[in-house]
T-cell receptor, first 112, second 112 residues
Framework: GENVEQHPSTLSVQEGDSAVIKCTYSDSASNYFPWYKQELGKGPQLIIDIRSNVGEKKDQRIAVTLNKTAKHFSLHITETQPEDSAVYFCAASSNSGYALNFGKGTSLLVTP | DAGVIQSPRHEVTEMGQEVTLRCKPISGHDYLFWYRQTMMRGLELLIYFNNNVPIDDSGMPEDRFSAKMPNASFSTLKIQPSEPRDSAVYFC??????????FGPGTRLTVL
C-alpha cells in the first residue's frame, strides 16, 4: 500500500519568514496530493491540493510543488503569520476509491 | 451548510463497554470516511463508504470495530467491547465525487 513520509515533524519560524514542509510517497499510481491544516481541537481542513498533471499550484501565500519522478511534494508558506501555527498534514491517493494516506504531520510554530 | 456533524464530541467510558460514535455527512456527499487519530500512529483510515455501501474496511483494527451507514445522512462507528488502546480522536469526513474530503470536528474517546 501507499506510504507517505513527512518531514520535519516540528518546525519553528519567525513571523514573516518562509516555511517548507516536505513529503515523499511510495505508490507511483498516486495522483492526488492534498495538504490539510489542523488547529487544536478541530478536524483537518483542506488548504491546497495538487493533481499529478500539474507541477506547481499557488494560492496567495501558500504553494505546493510536485515532482512525480522523484515522488515527492512540498508545501511552501511565505510571509508566515502567528495564525499559521498549526499541524499540517500531507496526503496522497490514487483514483481508486479516493482513500487518503496521510503523513504523520508537521507541527508549525510561528513566533511573533 | 453546517458541515460534517459528529456526536458526541467527547466520550469517556470504561473498558468493556460498548461505544457508538455518530456522523452526519454534508448533504449531497456520496463518500463517507472514518479515521482514527493518535499521537503514535497519526491519521489512519478505518473504513469508507460510497453511496452507503462499505468499499474498503481493511483499516478496521479488529472485529470489535464495526461501521454502518443505513442511509445517506447517517453513519455509526461502534466499538464493542472497548479497550484502553482504543482511546483516540475519531474523525468522520465526507466528499462528493472528488478527492476533497471535509472533516468533522471529531469525537475524543477515552477508555478507562
Amino acid at each position: 500500500g501507499e506510504n507517505v513520509e513527512q518531514h520535519p515533524s516540528t518546525l519553528s519560524v519567525q513571523e514573516g519568514d518562509s516555511a517548507v514542509i516536505k513529503c515523499t510517497y511510495s505508490d507511483s499510481a498516486s495522483n492526488y496530493f492534498p495538504w490539510y491544516k489542523q488547529e487544536l481541537g478541530k478536524g483537518p481542513q483542506l488548504i491546497i491540493d495538487i493533481r499529478s498533471n500539474v507541477g506547481e499550484k499557488k494560492d496567495q501565500r501558500i504553494a505546493v510543488t510536485l515532482n512525480k519522478t522523484a515522488k515527492h511534494f512540498s508545501l511552501h508558506i511565505t510571509e508566515t503569520q502567528p495564525e499559521d501555527s498549526a499541524v499540517y498534514f500531507c496526503a496522497a491517493s490514487s483514483n481508486s476509491g479516493y482513500a487518503l494516506n496521510f503523513g504523520k504531520g508537521t507541527s508549525l510554530l510561528v513566533t511573533p | 451548510d453546517a458541515g460534517v456533524i459528529q456526536s458526541p464530541r467527547h466520550e469517556v467510558t470504561e473498558m468493556g463497554q460498548e461505544v457508538t460514535l455518530r456522523c452526519k455527512p454534508i448533504s449531497g456527499h456520496d463518500y463517507l470516511f472514518w479515521y482514527r487519530q493518535t499521537m503514535m500512529r497519526g491519521l489512519e483510515l478505518l473504513i469508507y463508504f460510497n453511496n452507503n455501501v462499505p468499499i474498503d474496511d481493511s483499516g478496521m483494527p479488529e472485529d470489535r470495530f464495526s461501521a454502518k451507514m443505513p442511509n445517506a445522512s447517517f453513519s455509526t462507528l461502534k466499538i464493542q467491547p472497548s479497550e484502553p488502546r482504543d482511546s483516540a480522536v475519531y474523525f468522520c469526513a465526507s466528499s462528493f465525487d472528488s478527492n476533497e474530503q471535509f472533516f468533522g470536528p471529531g469525537t475524543r474517546l477515552t477508555v478507562l
